[in-house]
Nanobody, 121 residues
Framework: QVQLVESGGGLVQAGGSLRLSCAAS????????MGWYRQAPGKQRELVAS???????NYTDSVKGRFTISRDNAKNTVYLQMNSLKPEDTAVYYC???????????????WGQGTQVTVSS
């Protein structure tokens, strides 16, 4: 079993910055892609950014140029640096990790509990 624990959310004014962290722990064999999703009230959960084990990144259009995803494979941790925040970035942010428990095991997706990001205008 793998646990993901997010931190770094909070309240910030528009134009400000926050850095989210997500650390994986437990019986980890290998983690492949990691990502950040968000869900605003009344909306579906959406992918914000993802990063492969080899650090190839992908961003949703609305955050390109403002957010940066990175990871530390030795620490099984993924980060999301969020700059120039806008009120529309307000949401609960969830960490996701694709884990394989052994060489022959299937990939299993794990989720964190979520961290609230609120951007005031």
């Amino acid at each position: 079993q793998v646990q993901l624990v997010e931190s770094g959310g909070g309240l910030v004014q528009a134009g400000g910055s926050l850095r989210l962290s997500c650390a994986a722990s437990g019986r980890i064999f290998i983690i492949y892609a990691m990502g950040w999703y968000r869900q605003a009230p009344g909306k579906q959960r959406e992918l914000v950014a993802s990063i492969t084990r080899g650090s190839i990144t992908n961003y949703t259009d609305s955050v390109k140029g403002r957010f940066t995803i990175s990871r530390d494979n030795a620490k099984n941790t993924v980060y999301l640096q969020m700059n120039s925040l806008k009120p529309e970035d307000t949401a609960v942010y969830y960490c996701n990790a694709d884990h394989r428990g052994s060489v022959t095991a299937n990939l299993v997706a794990y989720w964190g509990q979520g961290t609230q990001v609120t951007v005031s205008s």
